[in-house]
């Protein structure tokens, strides 16, 4: 990239951090996760399983405020990675990170398509899947301020019209709780219902590589924690009203629970009404999951670590627009393939075993960088020392293991394979990237005029400020 180059705009606020955070975790899966946690917890106690499942994503969520606090960049945890280990292992950990994105907005159309076909039976799901995927990617090549615009309008309605609803369903049984505690005498179906939970609130953190578009990327660390308290206050209205009303028997046989809620709380206005509710958390999944991604990866590419075609801006929306029509068609390739094979719970097993080896990472690179940079300068700092971290690393790590065994080996087998095919692409392409830039900037270099002597200091310590520029993330 030249220092001409169009670079990121510093353009979204407060309230564009809160809903990228939680319309990123509210995706349609989670209602499905939501009700087998309900499952595991006798109906009306699952309340307090996602309360502690909710927790434990705080402390996720701690250590990438800490995270972004010292590295606030496009590159998200690939830079925290680097930092904290070395360039191979940050390169393949965060490559197997995009996948998880393309990962969920997969499995997360499977859900969406399932109630278009509960209200229009004859109507192609796939056709409305394809139609809200492009509709996302339509928004992002817009610009961010759009993108950000249209998760702000979609986030805020689906949680003001599931609350509705939810205590419109508890109404009528005047508010009564069948069972409000009777998960907590059995601790190994609680065990197994925050392991469930605590995944209903992953993919909040892919709030961070929007950190160059930020007004003031302090705010990031406040938006994460007040995502999780909107996450965790919906889902548990949800997970109540929905068990309350139409009973665990009901939801554990249908891939839309929130339809049959719906249809049981105001009949088919309900169904109407969850069918909108659905539809906003596909955009809000695929428009947020493009907008994140495609910085990540434009990131990426300004490292030289993807083809330079990805750290294309449009001059006029500083967009990476290439990403983004990738992001959109590889999502729209295995939506296709979901929606033929009905084969989307191993998608969302590999995301939760991908995400959780993520957040024990996220750990042990606060514990890394606190040894490496002790003096380093950060607006947030976990307290309690190395407390939090290493719980982090700990209660994932062991939660992501769980995910990749149970109930197949299958998510195992792929999450590795993800590895492999990562680690070969780093191993073998990125040297190639690397000489490739190496080749164009010595190029360039000898392109240029012959400066004059007179001028030879101004123009080397301007020569030094445009590769400086083209070396550090973009600025907005």
């Given at each position: 990239m030249s220092a001409t180059a169009p670079t990121l705009r510093r353009v979204l606020h407060f309230r564009t951090i809160v809903s990228t955070s939680t319309g990123l975790a509210y995706a349609a899966i989670s209602l499905l996760a939501c009700v087998q946690v309900a499952t595991y917890m006798a109906g009306d106690s699952a309340w307090i399983a996602l309360l502690i499942a909710g927790a434990l994503a705080l402390l996720a969520a701690l250590c990438f405020s800490e995270l972004n606090a010292l590295y606030p960049s496009a590159a998200a945890i690939r830079q925290y990675?680097?930092?904290?280990?070395?360039?191979?292992?940050?390169?393949?950990?965060?490559?197997?990170?995009?996948?998880?994105?393309?990962?969920?907005?997969?499995?997360?159309?499977?859900?969406?398509?399932?109630?278009?076909?509960?209200?229009?039976?004859?109507?192609?799901?796939?056709?409305?899947?394809?139609?809200?995927?492009?509709?996302?990617?339509?928004?992002?090549?817009?610009?961010?301020?759009?993108?950000?615009?249209?998760?702000?309008?979609?986030?805020?309605?689906?949680l003001v019209s599931l609350a509705i609803i939810s205590i419109l369903a508890l109404s009528h049984h005047g508010f009564t709780l069948h069972r409000p505690l009777a998960g907590l005498g059995n601790p190994g179906n609680l065990l197994n219902a925050v392991a469930v939970g605590v995944f209903v609130f992953s993919a909040f953190e892919w709030v961070t590589p929007l950190s160059e578009e930020m007004t003031d990327t302090r705010l990031i660390p406040r938006g994460m924690f007040v995502a999780l308290g909107l996450l965790f206050v919906s889902y548990a209205l949800f997970t109540l009203a929905a068990t309350n009303l139409v009973g665990i028997g009901a939801l554990n046989d249908s891939p839309v629970p929130q339809m049959l809620l719906g249809r049981a709380a105001l009949g088919q206005l309900g169904v109407i009404w969850m069918l909108i509710a659905t539809l906003f958390t596909g955009v809000m999944t695929f428009n947020g999951g493009f907008a994140t991604a495609s910085r990540f990866l434009y990131a990426a590419a300004r490292e030289a670590t993807l083809p330079p075609v990805f750290a294309r801006l449009n001059m006029a929306r500083a967009v990476p627009w290439v990403t983004v029509l990738l992001l959109a068609g590889a999502s729209a390739v295995v939506a296709v393939i979901i929606d033929m094979t009905r084969e989307f719970t191993v998608l969302i097993l590999v995301g939760a075993v991908l995400e959780a080896l993520i957040y024990a990472a996220a750990g042990l690179c606060v514990i890394q960088l606190r040894r490496r940079q002790p003096t380093s300068e950060r607006s947030f700092r976990i307290q309690l020392g190395w407390t939090i971290p290493i719980l982090t690393?700990?209660?994932?790590?062991?939660?992501?293991?769980?995910?990749?065994?149970?109930?197949?080996?299958?998510?195992?087998?792929?999450?590795?394979?993800?590895?492999?095919?990562?680690?070969?692409?780093?191993?073998?392409?990125?040297?190639?990237?690397?000489?490739?830039?190496?080749?164009?900037?010595?190029?360039?270099?000898?392109?240029?005029?012959?400066?004059?002597?007179?001028?030879?200091?101004?123009?080397?310590?301007?020569?030094?400020g445009a590769t400086d520029a083209e070396a550090s993330p973009a600025q907005g």
């Open positions: 990675l680097r930092a904290a280990f070395n360039e191979k292992t940050s390169l393949t950990i965060s490559f197997a990170y995009v996948l998880t994105i393309v990962a969920v907005i997969a499995a997360d159309s499977y859900v969406v398509g399932s109630a278009v076909s509960f209200v229009f039976p004859q109507t192609p799901a796939i056709l409305w899947i394809l139609l809200i995927l492009a509709f996302a990617a339509g928004a992002n090549l817009f610009g961010i301020r759009i993108a950000g615009l249209l998760q702000d309008i979609t986030t805020y309605t689906l690393a700990v209660i994932f790590g062991l939660l992501g293991i769980a995910a990749a065994i149970s109930p197949t080996p299958l998510p195992l087998l792929i999450t590795g394979a993800v590895f492999i095919v990562s680690f070969a692409y780093v191993q073998f392409i990125v040297p190639r990237l690397k000489a490739a830039e190496e080749a164009r900037r010595l190029a360039r270099g000898r392109r240029r005029p012959p400066r004059r002597p007179a001028l030879s200091t101004d123009t080397e310590s301007g020569t030094k």
